[in-house]
């Protein structure tokens, strides 16, 4: 039963990310690079509020809530330093759109093909692609901060022993205030929203940096992340008093709160939300995907043997330049 | 006239990262598995910081030390005097220790700790076939996969080797050493890998000796397909672009006249080259952690490694010359590795066992 639960935990937890990085990132080896920066400067964040918490320990005597306030605030910093350092990036990559400017313009960028287009419509070069980066750089936070969230707890459930049973075998009775054999569902429930709310968190603090030069307004977003993120967190201690139901409950209420948000924040109505939604479960239900993909397929292999002459066949021969090497050392 | 301009895209840098991560990875799940037994030198963990045998790990470097800069300054020196069949058997006889000989303890080790029973027979027949393809995929031709394969394998063994028999703190000792003597051989003028590399480019030679001079094996190792495929990669991601104003191209394609521009402008792909000797070092560090750590050190060190290498590899491409890959992913790993045992994993486990969001 050991192996079997973590590996059903580890699924279940980060299937809404593997969904997210497979429709979105997977086939962009830039979007993969800028994931796991994301889940570098998340990683800094926690290093630098543990270490404050090391500190503060030493000083106040219940320091626990303080230093959560703290993560909590660091987190939200680097998200916004993950901001400035794409701005940066941006400025010296030039600004350039998808159809003319010489690539010697592009400044000290050579890391990004010119023109590189992606298959999401609409979302292609770093400069008009925002609320993609936004949703990239959340989800690289989301993963890793989940992984270290349930990451030592499913490597225990491998391990012998039946979660919740001594308890009950000592009182006697089922006490409904422990999680008992639930607690592999809270960390699964849990993993699945911190993914989703540092999805949410970086699209609404991205918008608030974005905007706040030009509009006095415009920290609306970013407040309401900051906001909804405190509470979402002081809101999960009452967990260890038994509340599960309620907690999760308002949780994933708050969840959804948040999604709606950003989905104004990219354009659209809370109508048009509501319709998506509709719309993304009528497409489950009639398996559209699957039959997109199927006929999508078809067209690809058709096209393929319309073309004579194939660019992409190998060819051998080396590409003999003597003076001018391609290779760089590390 | 047709410019050459050389761009290393993020496929490139990808294609450099996946080798390593895999390596790692590996390193990681054997090191896990076969759990050496509890010897005379307890590894000590969570924040107590003394080792039994301290001096004797300052003794067992030094050892390596002098080991690596002997076969070094050796290979550099063969190299010059263009004694070049000195290096290929020299290299030869390592690979063949290396996937032979060691492959076959390390798989009597894992056998044994997954309890696997095997007779001596069919092991000697099945590190046969691996030592023997490997030897072949190395030294002479081999489908590209195959190739890098077995350099991924020759750096995991040869970390799984140093972290079998190296006592306690001797791994970490031995990562800031090689630190110092890798910013020291590629930078400093006297140091004997820039004397290579300026040997090499000076001479004319694309190719470096496979196989190079250093205890683990500096391989330089063409990780892009620069003869054979050229750059399907890019090419699928052009073909549903309408406005690219550069295909890729390589030297026996020419170019098609793109109508708004009169001059053109080969892109051509560079390549980037990872020494051996940095796979192994990433290994050895993250085999450590996964030693002696929890699994959420582990993931922090193999992150800070990637993130490391990601910032490293650009700037070695801007600045087109050799720079020592090694030192600044090992530092971010080790700071990630001594906080986690001190504040990370004790603040991370309080938020996590009582199940409140951090």
Redesign the interface.
């Known amino acids: 039963m050991g192996i079997v639960l973590t590996v059903s935990c580890y699924i279940a937890s980060f299937s809404p990310s593997i969904a997210l990085f497979y429709s979105f990132i997977a086939h962009?080896?830039?979007r993969?690079?800028l994931f796991?920066?994301g889940?570098?400067f998340w990683?800094v964040s926690?290093?630098i509020?543990?270490?404050a918490?090391?500190g503060l320990s030493t000083v106040l005597p219940n320091t626990?809530l303080i230093?959560?306030g703290v993560?909590?605030v660091a987190q939200e910093l680097s998200r916004v330093a993950y901001f400035m350092l794409l701005k940066k990036a941006q400025k010296k990559l030039g600004n350039f759109r998808?159809?003319l400017n010489?690539?010697f313009s592009r400044g000290?960028n050579?890391?990004?093909?010119?023109?590189?287009?992606s298959?999401a419509p609409g979302v292609s070069d770093l400069h008009n692609a925002r609320h993609m980066l936004a949703l990239v750089c959340g989800l690289g936070m989301g993963v890793?901060?989940a992984?270290?969230?349930?990451?030592?707890?499913f490597?225990t459930f491998a391990g012998p022993g039946t979660i919740g049973l001594p308890m009950a075998l000592e009182t006697g009775h089922i006490d409904s205030n422990r999680?008992g054999k639930y607690l592999p569902l809270?960390?699964v429930l849990?993993a699945i929203?911190?993914t989703l709310f540092h999805v949410a968190w970086t699209i609404m603090v991205w918008d608030t940096c974005h905007k706040i030069g030009r509009f006095p307004t415009a920290f609306v977003p970013g407040a309401a992340a900051v906001v909804s993120h405190l509470f979402?967190?002081f809101l999960?201690?009452l967990?260890?008093r038994g509340f599960y139901i309620l907690v999760f409950s308002v949780?994933f209420l708050v969840l959804l709160i948040c999604i709606a948000y950003c989905n104004v924040i990219m354009g659209g109505t809370i109508q048009s939300f509501v319709t998506a939604i509709g719309q993304s479960f009528v497409d489950a239900f009639t398996l559209k995907q699957i039959r997109n993909f199927v006929e999508e397929r078809k067209m690809r292999t058709q096209q393929r043997q319309a073309v004579p002459d194939e660019?992409?066949t190998?060819?051998?021969?080396?590409?003999?330049?003597?003076?001018?090497?391609?290779?760089?050392?590390? | 006239m047709v410019r050459?301009?050389?761009?290393?895209?993020?496929?490139t840098?990808?294609r450099v990262l996946y080798p390593v991560a895999l390596c790692m990875i590996f390193v990681a799940i054997n090191v896990s598995i076969c759990r050496p037994p509890i010897t005379k030198t307890p590894k000590v963990i969570y924040g107590v910081f003394h080792s039994y045998d301290t001096e004797e790990s300052g003794h067992v470097t030094l050892l390596l030390m002098i080991f690596l800069v002997l076969t070094t300054t050796m290979g550099v020196v063969c190299y010059k005097k263009r004694l070049y069949k000195a290096i290929t058997a020299y290299i030869i006889a390592n690979s063949i220790s290396l996937l032979l000989v060691y492959a076959f303890f390390h798989f009597h080790n894992l056998a044994q700790a997954c309890s696997i029973p095997m007779s001596v027979p069919s092991s000697v027949f099945l590190t046969f076939q691996f030592g023997g393809l490997g030897v072949l995929s190395l030294h002479w031709k081999a489908h590209r996969r195959l190739h890098q394969f077995y350099l991924v394998m020759l750096a995991a063994l040869t970390a799984l080797f140093l972290l079998k028999n190296l006592p306690d703190w001797t791994v970490w000792i031995s990562i800031v050493a090689i630190s110092i003597w890798d910013i020291v051989a590629v930078l400093t003028p006297c140091g004997p890998l820039k004397m290579l590399?300026e040997t090499a480019?000076r001479r004319?030679d694309?190719n470096f000796p496979a196989i190079l001079y250093n205890s683990s094996s500096y391989v330089?190792t063409?990780e892009t397909p620069?003869?054979?495929?050229?750059h399907?990669t890019?090419?699928t991601?052009?073909s549903?672009?309408s406005?690219?104003?550069?295909l890729q191209s390589?030297?026996?394609?020419t170019t098609p006249v793109i109508p708004r521009r009169t001059r053109e402008?080969r892109?051509?792909?560079?390549?980037?080259?990872?020494?051996m000797g940095?796979f192994v070092f990433y290994s050895l560090m993250l085999g450590n952690a996964a030693q002696t750590s929890?699994?959420?050190t582990v993931?922090?060190c193999f992150?800070?490694n990637?993130?490391g290498l990601?910032i490293?590899?650009?700037v070695?491409?801007?600045s087109?010359?050799?720079?020592?890959?090694l030192p600044f992913p090992l530092l971010i790993a080790a700071?990630?590795y001594f906080?986690s045992h001190?504040?990370?994993t004790?603040?991370?486990?309080?938020?996590?066992l009582?199940?409140?969001?951090?």
């Not at chain 1, 050579?110 to 287009?117: D, E, L, M, N, S």
């Open positions: 962009d080896p830039v993969i690079i796991f920066l889940s570098f990683l926690l290093l509020s543990s270490l918490w090391l626990f230093s959560l993560c909590i998808l159809d010489p690539p000290l050579k890391i990004t093909r010119h023109g590189q287009i298959v890793i901060s992984l270290f969230y349930t990451m030592n707890a490597a999680a809270c960390y849990s929203l911190l979402v967190a999960s201690s967990n260890s949780q660019p992409m190998e060819r051998g021969g080396a590409s003999d330049e003597p003076g001018t090497s391609n290779t760089v050392d590390a | 050459t301009r050389r761009v290393y895209s993020g496929a840098l990808l590399v480019s004319g694309n330089e063409p620069d003869t054979t495929r050229p399907s890019q090419l991601e052009f549903n672009s406005n690219a104003n550069l390589d030297s026996l394609l402008v892109e051509v792909e560079g390549t980037i080259r990872l020494g940095d929890p699994l959420t993931l922090a992150l800070s990637l993130v990601t490293t590899l650009p070695v491409s801007l087109q010359t050799a720079l020592p890959a700071l990630f906080s001190v504040a990370l004790p603040f991370t486990n309080l938020c996590s009582t199940l409140i969001l951090f």
